[in-house]
């Protein structure tokens, strides 16, 4: 990882040398940058001792971990050394005023194999875990991946002490076929298959072992990179102190096993206070007839001797306990998050919100093909993407408004699903689940507060059990089956972003769309103008990019 810190001195310099491709005097001149140059490359994997072929970053999968301090730039230069085009994606890293950087296909076009894409993000007013992915093609499934973390400022408090260590801890399912033939499985219209096991930083069973010290404590930033499945993750003879999820520093409730479902991420503290041995650390698939269990190590400095005992156990079908454990993750009001002002100073239960979206996924067929839908719409990609499309005035591209705010009823049917919205506008959207399935989903440039979820039918009566006070405010929500989940979500981010399922094989087939935050202003404080050095592809394919 090629990683270099650069103070307020050296940033005049810099910034001569970055002319090329940066639109500099948009992002904190003042704040610090840190430059990655990534390769993008295949390479034999063999996390369950088959090998395949894996998706590396500098040679190394998982990706390297991104480090970074609040409202720090990045100047990620990925080279793709692959054969099909690729992009990536950061999830929970909120792109404010910038969607051209989101790299989902409704924003950015691929980087073409053998070309390299230099992303300019600002983790700006951001604080805590997230993680990195690519999005096109099923490239998830063979890699690409790793941790995000953003410190908090040096004046800033954190509600804890430091942690003696810091650990990216990615838990996943895993497939031993790579990522082509499980591409084609669903191009030719049939299901994923159930996964071949899990991977705990890229590695199998007892692959990995953390590293602790007697009577220290450490943070674990677990991430569900997987595909489908939630996970529940526990250490043996070890408890865990939640302290933060996507970017919220929450109420510091122990659990003994935490449930991580896909697409998430959540940091905890843990004490090394039992002797000083071998210790399981075990993810375990959740809500699934087959329990898929793997295991990785926490190896005290000192440790007298290996694991032992078996692996402990967790929940396995039961959704109360889950709903439970969720509806207990709070926010910590008096803690600070990005600012000095505590996070309980927004008062987001006082905000009347103007508009109810109710989204409900359906699974079908569409032309013997297997599909996934929101209201009925299954997304497909149009040839030039979405942000693209306005930024240049192109027409054709999709309609907006080309989703209903609720569910329609009818078959599923295939369109571009752009849903239209207000800048600045505060609205509730419902994630409706009349399937037997955990679904999991993420909007990108937002975090929003995760009100309420409970079993049955939402109706606006379900209002009445909404926690308008301390509820968490993160970027991915579980809906449990057969049951539904309520967000607020200011819409302060000028832009189109992806909302999505995270179970990727649903994603891939259509169930995802756009929701489109518009303004009628051009003025850079709302947005800011398609990047120097912006790939342009499709129907915007030969149009200028903005003069320096
Ligand atoms: C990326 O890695 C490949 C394989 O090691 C190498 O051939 C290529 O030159 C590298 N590209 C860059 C830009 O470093
Ligand atoms: C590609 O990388 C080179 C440095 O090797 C850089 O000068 C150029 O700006 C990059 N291209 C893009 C489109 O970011
Ligand atoms: C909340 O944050 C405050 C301020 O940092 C801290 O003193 C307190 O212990 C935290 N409370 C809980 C319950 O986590
Ligand atoms: C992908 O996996 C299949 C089945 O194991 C194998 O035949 C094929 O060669 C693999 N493809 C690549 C490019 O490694
Ligand atoms: C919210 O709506 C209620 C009922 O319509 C109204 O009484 C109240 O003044 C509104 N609050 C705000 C902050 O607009």
């Known amino acids: 990882m090629h990683l270099k810190l650069m103070g307020r001195a050296s940033v005049a310099v810099l910034l001569l040398s970055l002319l090329a491709i940066s639109h500099f005097h948009f992002s904190g001149a003042e704040d610090p940058y840190r430059f990655f140059n990534w390769n993008v490359t295949y390479g034999d994997i063999f996390p369950l001792g088959v090998r395949q072929r894996g998706i590396l970053i500098n040679g190394q999968f998982p990706g390297p971990d991104i480090h970074s301090v609040t409202n720090d730039n990045l100047i990620i230069n990925v080279f793709n050394s692959l054969d099909e085009p690729f992009l990536l994606s950061w999830n929970g890293v909120q792109q404010r005023r910038n969607s051209f950087e989101d790299g989902v296909f409704g924003t950015t076009c691929p980087i073409p194999p053998g070309k390299n894409f230099t992303y300019i993000l600002q983790v700006k007013d951001q604080i805590g875990s997230f993680y990195y992915f690519p999005s096109l093609a099923f490239h998830k499934a063979a890699g690409g991946f790793g941790g995000i973390r953003i410190l908090s400022r040096p004046r800033i408090p954190v509600p804890f002490s430091d942690p003696a260590g810091d650990y990216t801890v990615l838990i996943g399912d895993w497939f031993k076929s790579n990522h082509t033939t499980l591409k084609a499985h669903l191009d030719n219209g049939k299901k994923l298959p159930f996964p071949d096991g899990i991977l705990i930083n890229g590695r ?5 072992a953390l590293n602790v ?3 220290k404590t450490y943070r674990l930033r677990i991430s569900n990179v997987g595909l489908q499945h939630s996970l529940n993750f526990r250490i043996q003879n070890h408890k865990m102190k ?36 071998d210790y399981y650390i075990v993810a375990s698939s959740r809500f699934s007839s087959k329990v898929l269990t793997t295991t990785a190590v926490l190896r005290y400095s000192n440790s007298a001797g290996p694991v032992s005992g078996p692996p402990p156990g967790g929940p396995t079908i039961q959704v109360d306990w889950s709903l439970n454990q969720a509806r207990s993750i709070r ?7 990005p600012r000095p002002n505590p996070q309980g100073s927004y008062h987001y239960g006082m905000i009347n919100t103007s508009r109810t979206i109710v989204l409900a996924s359906s699974a079908g067929q569409v032309n013997g093909k ?14 030039t993407p979405l942000k693209l499309a306005d930024y240049f005035k192109i027409s054709g591209v999709f309609r907006p408004g080309s989703i209903s705010d609720r569910p329609t009823g ?14 600045r506008a505060f609205v509730e959207i419902v994630f409706q689940n009349n399937e037997n399935i955990v679904q999991s989903y993420h909007l990108d440039g937002y975090s929003f507060f995760v009100v309420g979820m409970d079993g049955g039918q939402w109706t606006p009566a379900s209002r009445n059990q909404y926690n308008l006070h301390d509820a968490v405010s993160r970027c991915t929500t579980q809906v449990y089956p057969m049951s539904w989940t309520a967000i607020y979500v200011a819409l302060d981010n000028v832009g189109m972003w992806n909302l999505r399922s995270e179970f990727w094989a649903r994603q891939y087939l259509g169930q995802q769309l756009y929701v489109r935050v518009y303004t009628a ?15 342009l592809c499709g129907r915007a394919s030969g149009r200028h990019t903005r003069p320096l």
Not at 204 to 208: A, C, D, F, K, S
Request: glycine share 8%.
């Open 213 to 215: 010290e007697q009577g």
């Open 204 to 208: 199998g069973p007892n692959g990995v």
């Open 410 to 423: 009818g078959g599923i049917y295939l369109d571009t699903s752009v849903l239209q919205t207000d800048f």
């Open 370 to 383: 297997q599909r996934y839908a929101l209201n009925s719409v299954s997304y497909v990609a149009p040839d």
């Open 242 to 277: 939640l302290v933060e999820v996507e970017g919220t520093h929450t109420v510091q409730t122990t659990y003994s096993s935490l449930d991580v479902h896909v697409g998430q991420s959540y940091s905890v503290l843990v004490t090394a206070d039992q002797p000083a041995k």
């Open 331 to 337: 926010t910590n009001l008096t803690a600070s998050g």
């Open 521 to 535: 202003s051009t003025s850079i404080r709302d947005e800011f103008p398609v990047p120097k050095n912006a790939i």
